[in-house]
């Protein structure tokens, strides 16, 4: 099966994180962390700044590494590098996501998160405390 290296900013606005739904593909709809597949020589932190970029014509700052989740999709195997972000610079902006929420610990669950995105919500939430 193939992999797939992908990274996903949780960019954090006091207690509450950005998520955005999918616009396209087998999973539009659904909600999920911003980012995308790491280039060929790019580290994952350089990845995450220039997806943020092209998706939401933001900069950010990459923190640390909340957890790397690895999921088997039916044709594919995911691996995502998920870091906490706080925007540097600029306005968030969907040019490719067709909605976009802040969410609090307690609105967490409101959304149909992808299979992936949902196994990093319960340390995202404690960590919202």
Known sequence: MKTIRVVAAVIRKE????ATARGYGDFKGQWEFPGGKIELGETPQEA????????????????????????????????????????????????????????????LYDVQWLPADITLIDKISDALG
């Open 15 to 18: 207690n509450m994180i950005f």
């Open 48 to 107: 995450l700044v220039r997806e943020i970029k092209e998706e939401l014509e933001a900069t950010i700052t990459v923190g640390e590494l909340i957890d790397t989740i690895e999921y088997d999709y039916p044709t594919f195997h995911l691996s995502m590098d998920c870091f906490w972000c706080e925007i540097a610079d600029g306005t968030l902006k969907l040019l490719e996501a067709e909605e976009a929420r802040w969410l609090t610990k307690d609105t």
